[in-house]
């Protein structure tokens, strides 16, 4: 870092590589939060840290567009004091204090119940979260808030849609919007947009101070280290990729899966109305593929 400081030129690309990275989430977050309408006028938004550089990244950018959006809102950030041993408790509220915003510390010793249910060596993360959930939605009722904010991203998103197709056998993601399992919340998930790589590059020029999880944090053989390590390798060898199958998260064509609750295929009937996007079953499978040519689509009917 010194020596970009030493050379005008480089501090000068560095100061403006950032302010691009600032521009891009702050658009990302704002166009997703329009999209599925995550916050309205008068809400009391519940804003979950919990150490990491998501949720302190998540916290950062809505207190800058909260400042500028057309809307008031308010923000409150929660976190759930878990009793890790080794946890530094002054951490967060020597932080949330010198923002200036409102918090609240909730204390509640669920590490002591993961390990004593959890076998040794096996994954935390499923009870962990279920207690961790039950304990937020509490709070977010006891705060008056009306909508609880996660800092899962892009990448978290797509991880949970291949872990439900690889070891659950359905297509389900981690929506950017949902009622809380109680029915009584609404979550809210603002980075739905944003890569993680964008986050690593903003804690490390915030300076965030990361707490690291030593429950989950240090399992290294869960499956969804392992989908990230398979989907950076993906992006890795073919840029783009993981963008490309997050926007199919949002085209979906239920008539060409195979559910049969979202399309009536048992009474398929024709139509006798010419389809573009409709039978592709004898096209060429590489017809889709970067630089190939595009085959000339000629409908019934029509004239060659």
Same mark, same amino acid.
């Given at each position: 870092? $010194?020596?970009?400081?030493?050379?005008?030129?480089?501090?000068?690309?560095?100061?403006?590589?950032?302010?691009? +990275?600032?521009?891009?989430? #702050?658009?990302?977050?704002?166009?997703?939060?329009?999209?599925?309408?995550?916050?309205?006028?008068?809400?009391?938004?519940?804003?979950?840290?919990?150490?990491?550089?998501?949720?302190?990244?998540?916290?950062?950018?809505?207190?800058?567009?909260?400042?500028? =959006?057309?809307?008031?809102?308010?923000?409150?950030?929660?976190?759930?004091?878990?009793?890790?041993?080794?946890?530094?408790?002054?951490?967060?509220?020597?932080?949330?204090?010198?923002?200036?915003?409102?918090? #609240?510390?909730?204390?509640?010793?669920?590490?002591?119940? *993961?390990?004593?249910?959890?076998?040794?060596?096996?994954?935390?993360?499923?009870?962990?979260?279920?207690?961790?959930?039950?304990? +937020?939605?509490?709070?977010?009722?006891?705060?008056?808030?009306?909508?609880?904010? +996660?800092? #899962?991203? /892009?990448?978290?998103?797509?991880?949970?849609?291949?872990?439900?197709?690889?070891?659950?056998?359905?297509?389900?993601?981690?929506?950017?919007? &949902?009622?809380?399992?109680?029915?009584?919340?609404? *979550?809210?998930?603002?980075?739905?947009?944003?890569?993680?790589?964008?986050?690593? /590059?903003?804690?490390?020029?915030?300076?965030?101070?990361?707490?690291?999880?030593? &429950?989950?944090?240090?399992?290294?053989?869960? %499956?969804?280290? %392992?989908?990230?390590?398979?989907?950076?390798?993906?992006?890795?060898?073919?840029?783009?990729? &993981?963008?490309?199958?997050?926007?199919?998260?949002?085209?979906?064509?239920? $008539?060409?899966?195979?559910?049969?609750? +979202?399309?009536?295929?048992?009474?398929?009937?024709?139509?006798?109305? *010419?389809?573009?996007?409709?039978?592709? =079953?004898?096209?060429?499978?590489?017809?889709? =593929?970067?630089?190939?040519?595009?085959?000339?689509?000629?409908?019934?009917?029509?004239?060659?």
């Amino acid at each position: 870092m $010194s020596a970009v400081l030493d050379d005008p030129k480089a501090a000068a690309k560095a100061a403006h590589e950032i302010n691009k +990275l600032s521009k891009r989430l #702050h658009r990302q977050v704002g166009q997703a939060i329009g999209d599925f309408n995550m916050i309205e006028a008068g809400d009391k938004v519940m804003v979950c840290v919990s150490g990491g550089k998501d949720s302190y990244a998540l916290l950062d950018i809505l207190m800058e567009l909260r400042r500028r =959006a057309p809307v008031k809102f308010e923000l409150v950030a929660v976190n759930l004091d878990q009793k890790q041993p080794g946890f530094p408790e002054h951490v967060l509220p020597e932080y949330l204090k010198s923002l200036g915003i409102p918090f #609240h510390i909730e204390g509640q010793d669920t590490y002591s119940i *993961v390990k004593r249910l959890i076998p040794e060596g096996q994954t935390m993360c499923s009870l962990c979260s279920r207690l961790r959930r039950g304990i +937020l939605y509490r709070v977010a009722g006891e705060l008056g808030a009306t909508k609880i904010a +996660l800092g #899962h991203h /892009r990448d978290d998103m797509l991880q949970t849609l291949f872990m439900n197709m690889f070891f659950g056998s359905r297509l389900k993601g981690m929506p950017p919007k &949902l009622v809380s399992d109680d029915g009584r919340n609404i *979550v809210i998930r603002p980075l739905a947009y944003v890569a993680e790589t964008d986050l690593e /590059r903003w804690a490390a020029h915030r300076a965030f101070p990361i707490i690291p999880c030593s &429950l989950c944090g240090s399992q290294e053989n869960l %499956q969804r280290v %392992q989908m990230k390590k398979m989907l950076r390798e993906w992006e890795r060898q073919h840029p783009g990729r &993981l963008d490309n199958i997050f926007t199919a998260m949002g085209n979906i064509v239920p $008539s060409h899966m195979m559910d049969r609750k +979202l399309y009536p295929f048992a009474t398929l009937q024709t139509t006798g109305v *010419v389809n573009p996007e409709g039978d592709r =079953a004898f096209d060429e499978d590489d017809d889709c =593929a970067p630089n190939a040519a595009q085959p000339v689509r000629i409908h019934p009917g029509t004239p060659p």
